[in-house]
């Protein structure tokens, strides 16, 4: 098994690759999303505004799988199932600029608006599975 510590893993999640978050509707069916993730003096977070399907659907069961693979190979990936929990730290506002500065190369996230609440999620990774051919 992997680990989010392995430089393979890390470089895979540090890097601009998009995210395929999964998660359970509340019908049993499964809801995935694609999202930008980050690693982060080793957590694991993914970004969202309030309101949404998938952050729902984490606050009422935060079991998660997360995906990630390499934009060049897709047959280079991560899985990581784990359990996702709100971050109370008051980081979330921040955390979007961030990612937008990793995925857009923007300093700022430039579709926020005054009306939504932006919610940032960890992930404490329960299985890592690293693959590449």
């Known amino acids: 098994m992997a680990s989010l510590n392995d430089d393979t893993v890390r470089t895979l999640l540090e890097a601009p690759n998009f995210a395929v978050l999964s998660c359970q509707n509340r019908d049993g069916s499964i809801l995935s999303a694609v999202v930008w993730i980050s690693l982060e003096d080793g957590v694991l977070a ?51 600029d961030r ?15 005054p009306s939504e609440t932006r919610v940032k999620y960890v992930i404490a990774p329960e299985h890592v599975t690293y693959a590449k051919q």
């Open 46 to 96: 993914v970004n969202s505004a309030e309101g949404r399907r998938w952050p729902t659907n984490l606050d009422r069961d935060g079991h998660v799988t997360a995906l990630v693979y390499a934009q060049d190979n897709p047959y280079e990936f991560v899985s990581i199932r784990g359990t996702a929990s709100r971050d109370t730290t008051g980081d979330a506002d921040a955390h979007i």
């Open 99 to 113: 990612l937008a500065k990793k995925y857009l190369g923007q300093d700022s996230y430039p579709w926020r608006t």
